[in-house]
């Protein structure tokens, strides 16, 4: 599930209600009930809000990579129930003065950025929401891509004697040539240029089976104006050998189990380096030890990962295990991880299952502790979908929550209103994904809920090391 909530700082909830469309207690329009006995006909209590209890928080909607204007933007308290919901301004922003601490947001969006369709139906909740908080649902670029910043104008190195490819790597964007010395131009990707503008370019000389034999690099050649028309040159030094061995130790596999071992080096907190290995299989009981070659002393820090994938009843399920180390082996001084499968790759649930009632929840059980148990998790990501035979509609409704959450749990309610169009409960079968992740200790769900990737945490960047369990299957 590969899906992004993106924080954008338009509009904090310091700012004037000039910043969007307002929703406060007396004027919130929905049906909801409030705690005290609403009158179910579109307002919450008129009392005065508790300050510890209520504050702004500032929705901001993105359809097609663009601010979206006129789009339903529900809120809920802390339970899920519905309070309200409000339309986004020409900025495509809500404010919500009033919001519940703990309570929740859902718009018909996908976390893509993707509209609801006539025949394809979204929604994508954060909940836990906290007060002052500045919320994106959608991307505010293109949907599924990662904009381009510019381009690199790169000079490879000559000859180097038994290399068939040359391959030249420009933040996290790679081209590949069989042509000794020559002039490359990759495209620069946004997500990968640091904040100094200023690019590390890395390239390797590579054998007939693709294995590196020698390298050049430069770190940070400067970038000139402005993206997506960013530009940049450089001609790289002679080839030099002696690159280090890091190597990954696999032992003692719980079950026969596929694993796709990876490596990740970092400079400037952006990716710069990042080879990985086919899947290969690996028997219960044995190992498998992974040798990656890295640039000495160039990288900051790196990080090494695991996805296996495990049998679970009638399928399968993914564990996905990363970790920041912070290495420079050479030639002469190489160096190991070892990794005891058994303890330390993290079991999946063994069910996850879907009721699909007047509220939609997922429960999961089985799996390791850590993994399955909370409140050792930092959050929850999880996503339904189904579709009605008879009509050809499919639906799809993707949620972020925090890891205290324990199973079941349950989607928000939805506007009365619009809840028969945007997911009939009872007229379709339902399938699920649940991401149970436990991060280091440096990280929390605040980090998740407002940061670029929420939904995509699957990639071992630096904000993001740490364990992940993933779980896709159940029917209900």
């Known amino acids: ?21 307002i ?38 909607v993105f359809v097609g990579g663009n601010p979206a204007p006129s789009v339903a933007v529900m809120y809920h308290k802390a339970d899920g129930s519905y309070i309200g919901s409000m339309l986004t301004d ?5 404010i919500i003065a009033d919001m519940p601490v703990g309570g929740a947001v859902t718009a018909p969006v996908s976390p893509y950025g993707d509209a609801s369709t006539a025949t394809k139906k979204f929604l994508t909740s954060v909940t836990h929401v906290q007060l002052g908080d500045v919320i994106s649902i959608g ?57 100094s503008n200023a690019i590390d370019v890395v390239a390797y ?48 596999a719980p079950a026969d189990i596929q694993v796709n071992p990876s490596f990740v080096g970092y400079k400037q907190d952006v990716r710069v380096d990042a080879p990985s290995t086919t899947t290969t299989s690996v028997a219960m009981g044995t190992g498998l030890s992974t040798p990656f070659l890295m640039i000495p002393g160039f990288f900051q820090s790196t990080s090494v990962a695991v996805r296996a994938r495990i049998p679970v009843g009638q399928g399968t399920a993914d564990s996905y295990l990363a970790k920041r180390a912070d290495v420079s082996p050479t030639a002469a001084n190489p160096e190991q991880v070892s990794w005891d499968l058994t303890t330390d790759l993290l ?15 997922v429960a999961w059980s089985g799996g ?49 209103a619009l809840a028969q169009a945007l997911w009939p409960t009872a007229s379709f079968d339902s399938t699920a994904a649940l991401v149970l992740l436990k991060a280091d200790s440096a990280q929390t769900y605040d980090d998740f809920r407002l940061s670029d ?6 990639d071992p960047m630096p904000d993001h090391a740490g364990t992940r369990c993933i779980t896709y299957g159940g029917a209900g």
């Open 23 to 60: 929703a406060n207690k007396a004027d919130a329009g929905g049906g909801g009930d409030d705690a005290s006995g609403g009158d179910g006909g579109g307002n919450v209590a008129d009392a005065a809000p508790d300050a510890a209890t209520f504050g702004m928080v500032t929705v901001n």
């Open 1 to 21: 599930m590969q899906a992004f909530l993106r924080l954008s700082l338009a509009c904090t909830f310091a700012l004037s209600v000039a910043c969007g469309s």
């Open 368 to 416: 390791t502790a850590s993994c399955s148990d909370n409140p050792s998790l930092d959050s929850i990501i999880y996503a339904v979908s189904g579709g009605v035979q008879s009509t050809g509609i499919t639906y799809e409704w993707y949620a972020l929550a925090s890891g205290t959450q324990s199973s079941p749990i349950a989607l928000p309610q939805l506007d009365p």
């Open 453 to 458: 990737d929420n939904f995509g945490l699957l």
């Open 139 to 195: 991307r505010s670029t293109l949907s599924g891509s990662d904009p381009t910043a510019g381009t690199m104008s790169v000079t490879m190195p000559g000859t180097f004697a038994g290399a068939r490819t040359y391959a030249v790597t420009v933040g996290c964007n790679t081209s590949t040539t069989a042509t000794a010395g020559a002039s490359l131009k990759p495209v620069i990707q946004s997500s990968c240029v640091p904040s």
């Open 205 to 252: 000389a590579r054998d007939g089976s693709g294995n590196r034999i020698a390298y050049s690099a430069v770190a940070s050649v400067p970038l000139s104006g402005t993206a997506p028309n960013m530009t940049g040159s450089v001609n790289m030094p002679a080839w030099q050998t002696g690159l280090g061995l890091y190597t990954l130790a696999l032992n003692n």
């Open 347 to 361: 079991q999946p649930p063994t069910s996850v299952t879907v009721t699909a009632d007047t509220v939609t929840s």
């Open 90 to 94: 020409s900025n495509g922003q809500v």
